[in-house]
Structure formats: structure tokens, C-alpha cells
């Protein structure tokens, strides 16, 4: 039999998936995933759900646009009422274990700022010191970020939100792999929900890839306008970058002109 925290896990996963594109996916990760399933069913003796779980993830594998999970997926996070959807869902982050960057985190990095913002702007993932403090752009490439806010854009840093496309430090600061993004992306969506700003600036590749599915260098995202959700999305560099490359603050401070243009002119 599969125990019920596998089986909780299994529907957790699952859960998630119906909200993700197919792009996300590594071929890897699915295979991985098949894998799994299939060694569950041969080791172990099948439960009439496991066999609705297998089409799922089957389905997800094969079409996974048009395939719904035919089952009823429930969360295993348990909603508290006498919280907001926001303190929910930030609740829901700091127990999650969705991935395995769960396991080397010291923090969460949910995120931070106004929920009215027009301005939401979209980092990679937590660095050491995001992991340590819980907030998101806090080391270097934060303060230049908060520079870039307030003395260049001249509004305070918390007028703004800031949020990043995982919620936990990958290990020496690397990319996160597609099935971490992927893991996570879910709850950076309900934040651009809750908060509905007018204009998303996604700082970096990273960003840029998981939000709008582009897989072009930074420089051609840079050059076209954007759309997510109906929300005006602006492509530029990692403040990152501009740490390890002075020259690309000049094109940075460029596109954040063009944000605060379409701002005044959306007024
Ligand atoms: N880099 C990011 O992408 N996000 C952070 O929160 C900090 C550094
Ligand atoms: N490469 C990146 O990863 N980020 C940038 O902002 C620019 C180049």
C-alpha cells in the first residue's frame, strides 16, 4: 500500500501541475516523474486512486494543455480564516516542500511591499542573505535595486513589491533547475493576482524565462514589448549584473525611463 504521505505528496504535486505550461517541464523532470509512478505501481500494490493519479500525470505527459486531473486534488496546506489570502498564502510558502531547495533553506523569501503597487518588480531567487533575513533584495544586488527605486525612479522601495520567481535559495546561488520553477512559479502567480500592479519590470534571464516563456538572450527580450495576463511587462538586466558589468547600467536605467513613462501616461 502507499502510505498516505506519499500519497498526500502525490496529489500535492499533481495539484500544482494543472497550473503550469508545459514549458516548464524538462524532459527529465517527466521522465524522473513517470519513473516514480511506475516503480510505485510495481512495488507496491495498487489503490484504486493510483491508477486516476497514473492518467494524470500520463495526461500531463502527453498533452498537457488540455488534460485536467479527473480526480478532486486538494492542497494539503490548511487554509486559516482568520487570516488573508496574502497571509494565507505566505503561511502556505513558509511550510511548503514542494521541491527539493526546501531542504537547504534557512528562510523562505516570500516576498515584500505594497499589495496596492502598480509596480511589481520579478527577481530570480534568494541569495545568501535573503535566506538569512526572510526578504527579498536585501544583499548587494539589493541595494543597488533599491537605489535604482529611490534615488533613481524616486519612490520609496516600499511603495513598490518585490518578489522573486523561487521562493528558496538554490545552492551556491545557481539558477533554479525548470522543475524547481515550476514547483514554485504557482504562488508567484496569486501574487501578481493579490496585487494586480500595472506594470511588471522582470529583472534578469530567469525572470524573464518563467514569466513570459521566452527563452531569447536578455538583450532581444529587452527590445519588445511584453505581456502578462494583460499586464504591461518590462524586460531588463539583473541588478546582478550590472554588479559584475558597469556597462549595462546605462541600457538598465533606459528601460526603467520607459516604466516610469508608461506609468505617467497610464495616470
Ligand atoms: N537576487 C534575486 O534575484 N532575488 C533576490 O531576492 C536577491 C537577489
Ligand atoms: N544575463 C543575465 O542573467 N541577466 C542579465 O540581466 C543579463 C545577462
Known amino acids: 500500500m502507499l502510505s498516505e504521505?506519499?500519497?498526500?505528496?502525490?496529489?500535492?504535486?499533481?495539484?500544482?501541475?494543472?497550473?503550469?505550461?508545459?514549458?516548464?517541464?524538462?524532459?527529465?523532470?517527466?521522465?524522473?516523474?513517470?519513473?516514480?509512478?511506475?516503480?510505485?505501481?510495481?512495488?507496491?500494490?495498487?489503490?484504486?486512486?493510483?491508477?486516476?493519479?497514473?492518467?494524470?500525470a500520463d495526461g500531463i505527459?502527453?498533452?498537457?494543455?488540455?488534460?485536467?486531473?479527473?480526480?478532486?486534488?486538494?492542497?494539503?496546506?490548511?487554509?486559516?480564516?482568520s487570516l488573508s489570502p496574502v497571509e494565507n498564502l505566505q503561511r502556505e510558502v513558509s511550510q511548503c516542500s514542494r521541491c527539493p531547495l526546501a531542504q537547504c533553506r534557512t528562510n523562505t523569501v516570500f516576498g515584500e511591499g505594497n499589495l496596492n503597487a502598480d509596480i511589481m518588480f520579478?527577481?530570480?531567487?534568494?541569495?545568501?542573505?535573503?535566506?538569512?533575513?526572510?526578504?527579498?533584495?536585501?544583499?548587494?544586488?539589493?541595494?543597488?535595486?533599491?537605489?535604482?527605486?529611490?534615488?533613481?525612479?524616486?519612490i520609496p522601495r516600499n511603495s513598490v513589491y518585490i518578489a522573486n520567481i523561487v521562493?528558496?535559495?538554490?545552492?551556491?546561488?545557481?539558477d533554479p533547475f525548470p522543475d524547481e520553477a515550476a514547483s514554485c512559479i504557482g504562488y508567484?502567480?496569486?501574487?501578481?493576482?493579490?496585487v494586480n500592479p500595472k506594470v511588471l519590470v522582470l529583472l534578469g534571464r530567469v525572470a524573464t524565462r518563467y514569466i513570459?516563456?521566452?527563452?531569447?538572450?536578455?538583450?532581444?527580450?529587452?527590445?519588445?514589448?511584453?505581456e502578462y495576463?494583460?499586464?504591461?511587462?518590462?524586460?531588463?538586466?539583473?541588478?546582478?549584473?550590472?554588479?559584475?558589468n558597469e556597462s549595462l547600467k546605462r541600457p538598465t536605467w533606459e528601460d526603467i525611463k520607459k516604466v516610469m513613462k508608461f506609468?505617467?501616461?497610464?495616470?
Not at 511506475?38 to 500494490?45: F, G, N, Y
Not at 502527453?62 to 492542497?75: G, H, L, M, R, T
Not at 526572510?134 to 525612479?153: C, W, Y
Not at 527563452?215 to 529587452?222: C, G, I, M
Open 167 to 174: 521562493k528558496c535559495r538554490p545552492p551556491r546561488n545557481r
Open 229 to 244: 495576463n494583460g499586464i504591461k511587462t518590462f524586460v531588463t538586466y539583473h541588478p546582478s549584473a550590472l554588479l559584475r
Open 61 to 81: 505527459h502527453v498533452k498537457p494543455a488540455e488534460q485536467k486531473p479527473q480526480i478532486e486534488i486538494k492542497s494539503t496546506y490548511e487554509y486559516d480564516p
Open 122 to 154: 520579478i527577481g530570480e531567487g534568494p541569495g545568501e542573505t535573503e535566506d538569512k533575513t526572510g526578504r527579498p533584495f536585501v544583499g548587494d544586488a539589493g541595494q543597488l535595486l533599491t537605489k535604482i527605486i529611490e534615488n533613481g525612479m524616486k
Open 212 to 226: 513570459l516563456g521566452l527563452e531569447t538572450t536578455l538583450s532581444a527580450a529587452r527590445a519588445t514589448s511584453h
Open 188 to 194: 508567484l502567480k496569486k501574487q501578481i493576482e493579490i
Open 5 to 56: 504521505d506519499f500519497h498526500s505528496k502525490l496529489k500535492n504535486w499533481l495539484d500544482w501541475q494543472q497550473e503550469l505550461e508545459p514549458f516548464f517541464f524538462s524532459d527529465r523532470f517527466l521522465g524522473d516523474i513517470n519513473k516514480t509512478l511506475e516503480d510505485a505501481v510495481k512495488t507496491l500494490s495498487p489503490e484504486p486512486d493510483i491508477q486516476s493519479l497514473l492518467n494524470t
Open 263 to 267: 506609468l505617467a501616461e497610464a495616470q
